[in-house]
Structure formats: structure tokens, C-alpha cells
């Protein structure tokens, strides 16, 4: 088979058209995957949009940044994976390279890990993006540690619901801010909800003795992060993963707090760091398969023939977990 069936983008804004188109092969340092599954993010709407200018993506396009298969065929210079081998990872989409929405993808080896043994492919292509996002903040930039008090801004969210089980599985304590309806959620993923409506210095006093949270990692922005500044303890640290426009950083500095920011698609943009993110999507997998960490989904089910609703679903914000299209 020479073709395969992929979603093409023409311009901003357009339809997706369902288009036989030629099936990549391996490069080296490649392997050619059979996509099982396809996440989509809140991310992926503003792509198509045109929206998202450091995630350029030129056009025509396939779009789509997470997956989950089965390799097909191993290129040359490739040992960490083999044909027939289920794996999951965040491949493309931005940058030039072919996205997830796609029968087949040819993608670099260092960007995927064996699929966790106790997901569906459905369950594990939810996970990369957000997975990724929320180690890089709270593993490699803030060093998380055990008993350390946590705060998760929009816990409930894609990032927010994995951040909140990363941080329960290093051993902090950790809350969380959500909408009203969202606390029992949060609760069931083991954290305290704290409403979005309560101001800063009412929680601090609640549930940070009035000195501030330890770590805080901010996945929603704007005053979030404004919110996160004065929410950290002394010599604490703020994360965020949208950390866009303008911020006051006084709050920090009068605290000798520290920041900084995550950028998850920096390595599919330069070609740099790869390898770190199959690493991360590794220890990931050892979570999930110690039941210490599992993704959220929409119970929906979409094709590729329904992607206008997945997509509605994303800019609707009617979505109740992960949204992930069957490509099988």
C-alpha cells in the first residue's frame, strides 16, 4: 500500500478534507507508525485557526499532535523500537511535520514510548501533550519533591488533571482551583479544591498558613499567573504553560521567589531534545501502570469523519475530559 487516508487543512480556518494522499516512509532515525488513536488539545483548534503563532504550521496540513499505534516499519539507525511494538507520543503537527489525524505517521523514534500496558489506545493517545507539559514543569523545571505543598491553577483541566497526579505521586500536597462544578473532580483525583471565585489571600490563609504554597504551577494564564505570583510562598517557585503578555514580577521578587515557563513544543520546532521527551513519556508509563496517574476522557466517540464535532467540541469548551478521534 502506497496511500493512505489523511485529514488535509488548506487555510486557516477551513474544512478538514478527508484526502488520499501518499503514505510517508522512514528516514533515518524514523520509524513509520499505524495510528490506532488521536489526541486533540485546545491547542490544536488554535492551529487551525491561525491562532498560535509559535506553533507555526504550514499549510496544506495534516494536523494533530498526539498519538497512539503500532510501529510498522523501523528506519535505519533506529534500536529503541521494532516492528509491532504499541507506542504513544506528542510527534507532530507544528513545524512542518505531518500530524496525528492521519492512517500513518513516519516520526523520530526519540519522540515515542511503549504504549503503558494498561491503556487502550484511545486512553494513552490523551496523554503526551498534557503529560509532557506537566512533567516539564513540575519535574524538570520546579524539582519536585516529597512534602512539599502544591498548588494546581485549573486542576481540572487537560495539563491540570495530570499535573495534580504528578504532584500526588512525588509525594506532595496538593490543591487545586476549578469552577464550582469541577471540585468533585478534583477531589476524586486526591486534591483540595479550592473555588476560582476565592480570592488569593482567603486561600493562602486557609490552606498555606498565610505563607503561600511551596510550588505553583499555573496551566491556565492571564490572572492565573497574576494569581500564582502572589499565591507562592518565600523562595518558592511558580511554573506556567501559558505564560503569554504582560506580568508584574514584584510579587515574586519581594518573596525572592523564583519563575519559569514551559514550552512542550520546542523540541518538534528545533529538532533539539527529542529524546527527553520519550524519556519523560517513559517514567509516565511506569505511573499509569502503577495506577498512580490515568487520563480523563470525553466519553464521545469520533472518526475522522466526525472531526467538525471533535473540533466543535474543543472551541465549544463542552468537552468533559480529553477529546481523542479512532483512526482504526
Keep these: 500500500m502506497t496511500t493512505m487516508q489523511a485529514l488535509v487543512m488548506s487555510r486557516h480556518g477551513g ?11 522512514p ?3 524514523q520509524v513509520l507508525v499505524r495510528i490506532h488513536a488521536s489526541g486533540i488539545n485546545p491547542l490544536d483548534a488554535k492551529i487551525r485557526a491561525g491562532a498560535a503563532p509559535h506553533a507555526r504550521q504550514p499549510l496544506p496540513a495534516v494536523l494533530g499532535l498526539d498519538l ?13 523500537c521494532r516492528r509491532g511494538d504499541e507506542v504513544y507520543g506528542m510527534v507532530g503537527g507544528v513545524g512542518g511535520l505531518q500530524g496525528t489525524l492521519a492512517q500513518y505517521a513516519a516520526v523520530d523514534a526519540g519522540l515515542l514510548a ?3 500496558a494498561n491503556l487502550s489506545m484511545r486512553e494513552a493517545a490523551a496523554l ?22 502544591v498548588l494546581v491553577q485549573g486542576g481540572a483541566g487537560g495539563v ?34 479550592i473555588d476560582l471565585e476565592t480570592p488569593v489571600e482567603t486561600y493562602v490563609a486557609e490552606h498555606a ?15 492565573a499567573l497574576d494569581a500564582s505570583f502572589a499565591a507562592v510562598r518565600r523562595f518558592g517557585h511558580v511554573v506556567s504553560a501559558l505564560g503569554w503578555g504582560a506580568h508584574a514580577l514584584a510579587p515574586l521578587s519581594f518573596k525572592g521567589a523564583t519563575y519559569s515557563g514551559v514550552f512542550t513544543l520546542y523540541p518538534l520546532l528545533s529538532g533539539d531534545g527529542r529524546a527527553h521527551h520519550g524519556e519523560i513519556l517513559r517514567e509516565v508509563a511506569k505511573l499509569v501502570e502503577a495506577g498512580k496517574l490515568a ?10 469523519a466526525d472531526i467538525e464535532a471533535a473540533y466543535d467540541a474543543l472551541t465549544d469548551r463542552t468537552a468533559d475530559g480529553k477529546l481523542v478521534v479512532d483512526i482504526l
Design 27 to 29: 528516514t533515518p532515525g
Design 114 to 116: 511503549p504504549k503503558p
Design 128 to 149: 503526551p501533550l498534557v503529560a509532557i507539559t506537566a512533567w516539564e514543569g513540575l519535574v524538570d523545571r520546579a524539582k519536585i519533591g516529597p512534602g512539599q505543598t
Design 209 to 223: 498558613g498565610g505563607r503561600g504554597f511551596d510550588m505553583v504551577y499555573d496551566t491556565v494564564g492571564g490572572v
Design 295 to 304: 487520563p480523563h476522557l470525553d466519553p464521545r466517540r469520533f472518526g475522522l
Design 15 to 25: 474544512p478538514f478534507q478527508l484526502t488520499e494522499v501518499p503514505r510517508p516512509a
Design 68 to 80: 497512539a499505534g503500532v510501529v510498522e516499519q523501523v528506519g535505519p539507525g533506529v534500536e529503541v
Design 160 to 193: 491540570g488533571h495530570v499535573a495534580v497526579q504528578l504532584a500526588l505521586a512525588f509525594g506532595a500536597r496538593v490543591y487545586a482551583t476549578g469552577r464550582g462544578p469541577q471540585a468533585p473532580f478534583i477531589r476524586s483525583l486526591g486534591a483540595t479544591p
